[in-house]
């Protein structure tokens, strides 16, 4: 998995790629905690090049929305583009938690 992170206007675009799964996510956890630590409140995760994405992946979108929520912020998903995370995300209901848009630029606008 890659993980490249950019602000932009106050919010953090988290993009990452290949798969994201129990063996790879200590990193992005650890990324997502240092910038929450560093006070970040709003971020953007784009999923546009994931091509897996497990329970243990599911569970970091979960805590990082849940402690930018407790800052006052908030987190968008961008296009799961990959029809098994788009599958994914639609039987565990995580797209009527998380706001999910077409394009970074269009999540950006909603903040």
Avoid: C, W, Y
Wanted: charged letters at 25%.
């Amino acid at each position: 998995m890659n993980i490249d992170v950019k602000e932009q206007t106050g919010v953090f675009v988290i993009t990452l790629s290949d798969r994201v799964d129990a063996f790879n996510v200590p990193p992005l956890r650890e990324k997502m905690q240092a910038l929450l630590n560093d006070s970040a409140v709003n971020f953007i995760v784009d999923l546009s090049n994931v091509t897996f994405l497990d329970s243990s992946g599911m569970a970091s979108l979960v805590n990082l929305l849940k402690n930018a929520r407790q800052s006052g912020g908030e987190v968008r998903l961008v296009n799961p583009s990959h029809v098994d995370v788009a599958r994914t995300l639609s039987l565990t209901k995580f797209d009527r938690i998380f706001d999910i848009r077409s394009t970074v630029e269009d999540a950006i606008n909603q903040f």
